[in-house]
């Protein structure tokens, strides 16, 4: 990504163009490349290239320059790392006179045995020596160019709307482990990003994350960015670019990214040991709801109740009141875990729990609890208590799930059953068990008692008071309590 200073666009009303490159500017490339040679130190290397100041924009030179050094190898020429001998330089004081700063360089020539007033300033930008120049394809570096003015103009951006043609889940993925603000709606599928204008604070940190996720974009066939861009005045103007404007560089150019996802194994791996009741799944898949798309970190179930966590990143206190508004339009069972680091103000909420440095998993789970419970209170409130069945045999999970009733309530007796007999794990006809009971199963074996009803036989048996007799390891009989 380029400075900001180097950032080459066109104003006309209330749009803002980017100025990519082209063929056109080949040759400049070419000759700039000419110029760079080995053995020059970058200073020799800028004065080599002023000239082409007057002929092209000095922006586009710069730009071209930046690439260039940056693909090369440079280091400094000094013998002994010049901040070695600035400290010696200043360890003896301030010097008040010639005769004295002659005698303090003389001394410190003497210690480290090199000439300090030539190498003290060797590791600034305009000192380094250019060792290696690289192998250059002018029209990959034209893509660059133009893939990191695109960047640069992101950094200047209060919204980002991308539309892709394909990978989007991968695009959001990538959005919400980079810690992206971000809204994703599902039919036209499209994002809209904050951009980093929108924070007062952590503006670069921002800009650097989302400048992360555009090679991913621009790696799609078809893609389009429309984005509200701060310009000149502070004015407002809408930049809009798409795949077909420029070229722009493949997609086996940039490496994978990497994340630090400490936080999410943290909570996960203390949330398993103080939630034994849930089940707790990372990463579950994307929800759509309402047109609305979300992405939770966690989803915990038990029940067949679904509560999910987010460990929000970047956040603005408007950003963080949105999202809260729309999980409690849509009544989604949300819980957002907030990195006060990674915001500036002051915002509380009842699904809103803030932490610093590590979360607090007590507190999330006391949550998680009390949404739980809310939701059993509304379920039992709109149910009218009874529950129609025609099988002769059905398990407590599979009544759970039909009926979207907890299963302990169904054991317990919360809900009127008619017609059935309640074992440990199943409930049975009352007809179809007076028909088992007909049955003469002692001496039986069970595997073959299994093989021909199923595993729900045991439960039958043990209520018709028969108990199980171990003829050998593999092997037992039913037997009949006289």
Same mark, same amino acid.
């Given at each position: 990504m380029f400075s900001t200073d180097l950032l080459r666009v066109k104003y006309k009303k209330d749009k803002v163009y980017l100025e990519y490159i082209g063929n056109n500017e080949k040759d400049l490339i070419k000759e700039m490349a000419s110029l760079l040679k080995e053995n020059l130190s970058i200073g020799e290397f800028k004065n080599e290239i002023k000239y082409l100041k007057k002929a092209y924009d000095p922006k586009l030179v710069e730009g071209i320059s930046t690439l260039l050094l940056r693909k090369s190898v440079v280091e400094n020429k000094s013998p002994i790392d010049p901040r070695i001998i600035r400290n010696r330089i200043y360890s003896y004081g301030p010097v008040i006179d010639d005769s004295e700063k002659e005698k303090i360089l003389k001394k410190v020539k003497e210690e480290i045995g090199v000439d300090p007033l030539k190498y003290i300033f060797a590791d600034l930008e305009e000192e380094m020596i250019i060792k290696k120049v690289p192998e250059l394809i002018p029209e990959n570096l034209l893509r660059e160019y133009n893939f990191e003015l695109l960047q640069t103009a992101l950094m200047k951006t209060l919204r980002v709307d991308v539309f892709i043609s394909n990978k989007w889940k991968d695009l959001l993925f990538t959005a919400k482990r980079l810690g992206l603000m971000y809204d994703a709606y599902n039919d036209p599928?499209?994002?809209?990003?904050?951009?980093?204008?929108?924070?007062?604070?952590?503006?670069?940190?921002?800009?650097r994350s989302i400048s992360m996720l555009l090679p991913q974009i621009v790696s799609n066939k078809v893609w389009k960015i429309k984005a509200e861009f701060v310009g000149k005045y502070n004015r407002t103007y809408i930049l809009e670019t798409k795949n077909d404007d420029a070229e722009f560089p493949l997609e086996e150019i940039y490496s994978e990214i990497t994340f630090d996802s400490n936080i999410e194994k943290d909570f996960y791996s203390k949330m398993k040991i103080i939630a034994k009741d849930w089940e707790i799944i990372r990463e579950p898949q994307p929800l759509i709801v309402n047109n609305t798309i979300f992405i939770p970190d966690f989803m915990l179930s038990k029940n067949n109740i679904n509560i999910y966590v987010e460990i929000v990143g970047f956040w603005?206190?408007?950003?963080?009141?949105?999202k809260s508004e729309k999980v409690r339009e849509i009544k989604l069972p949300l819980i957002l875990v907030v990195d006060e680091s990674l915001g500036y103000e002051d915002f509380n909420n009842e699904n809103i729990i803030k932490f610093? /440095? !590590? +979360? $607090?998993?007590?507190?999330?789970?006391?949550?998680?609890?009390?949404?739980?419970?809310?939701?059993?209170?509304?379920?039992?409130?709109?149910?009218? /208590? !009874? +529950? $129609?069945?025609?099988?002769?045999v059905i398990s407590y999970n599979d009544v759970s799930k039909r009926f979207g009733v907890p299963k302990e309530n169904i054991k317990e007796g919360n809900y009127n059953i008619v017609g059935y007999t309640r074992l440990k794990n199943y409930l049975i006809k009352n007809e179809f068990l007076e028909e088992i009971k007909k049955e003469d199963f002692n001496n039986k074996k069970i595997s073959e008692l299994v093989d021909r009803y199923g595993e729900w036989i045991m439960e039958v048996l043990d209520y018709l008071g028969y108990q199980i007799k171990w003829v050998n390891i593999t092997e037992a009989i039913v037997k009949k309590i006289q």
């Open positions: 599928l499209r994002v809209e990003f904050y951009g980093p204008a929108s924070m007062l604070r952590l503006t670069e940190r921002y800009g603005t206190k408007e950003y963080l009141r949105r610093k /440095k !590590t +979360i $607090n998993i007590a507190a999330v789970y006391y949550l998680i609890n009390k949404i739980y419970n809310n939701l059993i209170n509304k379920i039992e409130s709109k149910d009218n /208590k !009874t +529950i $129609n069945l025609k099988e002769n």
